[in-house]
């Protein structure tokens, strides 16, 4: 695990979402590593205590609060105990998120109403439950979006689903920027290409052929100019081994930088690092 342990974030408290694994643990992990103290929430309990013990292990402050996205209820429960716990909240990250791919004529509404429950519904949930906390606090809001969610960036059949829910998570971001700053509470989407990490995996299976090429990790593997991210500690048979100097994008200068004191009277609805070397391309 690379953490670099520069204590920009001394004292503030963060709740991350999808903290288990992937991305959600190398945020976690790094907010760890600058000095915060880290509510890491995900559904699976197992997943997060191994995140939560690789903190501690590098001597951060870290502790597992079991939640699902999905219930309101427990989205309330979890936050008034994190405020309980620590006293306040400074730093939400909206990172959980899911996907099911399959064509819209053959697409569940049920497996629709799951990939927006996640993506969508449950950054809303957390922000609305979360903003008395973060406005008492001076926080910030962080949305990890996709730019599978932005206008003009390549789209893949089968990801109607899961694009859907990150425009609709952009657009969201967008409103929330203009309410939540007269509360000076400050908001962002953040948009990762493609990431090797298991949800990418599961979800691009290589049956999906598109105008005749070959889908999913074969169709990737195939694309000279679109280096995945490798998920650290994780082997990704089939993607090109190109392991990340820092976990997973460079989130020092994308996100931890904006949750300094400096930047309390500054609003950005999107962010995005340039150049496929440090993202790729296609769906996070």
Known sequence: MAVSWKHSLDGQVALVTGAGRGIGRAIAEELAGRGAR???????????????????????????????????????????????????????????????????????????????????SGPFLLAKTALGPLAARSGVIVNVASVGGRPGVEKFEGMAAYVASKYGLMGFTEVLALEARRRDVRVYAVCPGSVATRMLRETLPDGLARDGQPAGREWHRRRPHAPARQEPGVATPGWPPRPARRPLWPLDSLVSCRFSAKLRHHTQTQARPRGPRRLGRGVS
């Open 38 to 120: 880290v509510a890491c929430c995900a559904r699976t309990a197992e997943q997060l205590e191994r995140t939560v013990e690789a903190i501690r292990a590098l001597g951060g402050t870290a502790v597992a609060y079991p939640l699902d996205v999905r219930s309101e209820e427990e989205i309330q429960a979890t936050v008034d105990a994190i405020v309980a716990d620590w006293g306040g909240l400074d730093i939400l990250v909206n990172n959980a998120g899911t996907n099911r791919v399959e064509r819209v004529e053959k697409l569940a509404r049920a497996d629709w109403d799951e990939v927006l429950a996640t993506n969508l």
